[in-house]
């Protein structure tokens, strides 16, 4: 069966230092994988999606990049958080099925 | 563009029934799904429906009026642990193999005993 790992669950990291979140698939091959962040209480905006190693989709301006190294990695990564950059970060992947599954988010507090 | 309405806050009874409703101002139409979020955790699938009607899947059902880009998902026989955002989203089209979702805002449903 398909797994998803993503982490660390939780980060704080000082404002101004870099970022890198690391999400990996199991049991999947050549899946779309997505980077969404959550505000407190608001929806999930999507960040990244990557439809293959090494190709990168970004969805909005920001202060972050993401790179697909390999078949089910995915990494998020800054090299300068900002205050802006604080959230709920989560990865998720989608193969032949509708639906996206999620890994446990990554709770980002940039101080 | 996408446009996704869904109400901000519901509170219900254990036991009873409850109907969550999302709206959809869309560019185009390929699915919409339901999610369920507890706090703190990652959303957990749903539903899916792409054509019209009602999907069941236990206490959980939810509906699809593509003319009228309106969907609801209905919890019945409310248990505490239904208590959860409740967030809608709708798959573009337009995005190719990407096969994008956009969420909508959730609907947090607070369950009292």
């Known amino acids: 069966s398909q797994t998803i790992h993503q982490w660390p669950a939780t980060l704080v990291q000082p404002v101004g230092s870099p970022l890198s979140l690391e999400c990996t698939v199991e049991?999947?091959?050549?899946?779309?994988l997505y980077w969404y962040r959550q505000a407190a209480g608001r929806g999930l905006q999507l960040l990244f999606y990557?439809?293959?190693?090494?190709?990168i989709s970004s969805e909005v301006p920001q202060n972050l990049s993401a790179s697909r190294p390999q078949d089910r990695q995915f990494i998020l990564s800054s090299k300068k958080l900002l205050l802006s950059d604080s959230g709920f970060y989560l990865c998720?992947?989608?193969?032949?099925?509708?639906?996206?599954?999620f890994g446990q988010g990554t709770r980002l507090t940039v101080v | 563009g996408q446009n996704i309405d869904q109400p901000t806050e519901m509170t219900a009874t254990e036991g009873a029934i409850v109907q969550i409703n999302c709206t959809y101002q869309?560019?185009?139409?390929?699915?919409l799904f339901w999610y369920q979020q507890h706090a703190g955790e990652a959303p957990t699938f749903l539903s899916y429906n792409v054509l019209d009607g009602l999907e069941e899947k236990g206490r959980f059902s939810s509906f699809l009026s593509r003319s009228k880009g309106y969907s609801y998902l209905l919890l019945k026989e409310l248990q505490m642990k239904d208590s959860a955002s409740y967030l809608c989203?709708?798959?573009?089209?337009?995005?190719?193999?990407?096969?994008?979702?956009?969420f909508g805002s959730g609907t947090q449903l607070t369950v009292l005993p």
């Open positions: 049991g999947t091959s050549n899946p779309n």
């Open positions: 869309t560019s185009g139409f390929n699915g």
């Open positions: 990557s439809v293959g190693i090494g190709q």
């Open positions: 998720a992947w989608m193969d032949r099925a509708p639906e996206a599954f």
């Open positions: 989203a709708v798959r573009d089209p337009d995005s190719g193999s990407a096969r994008q979702l956009t």
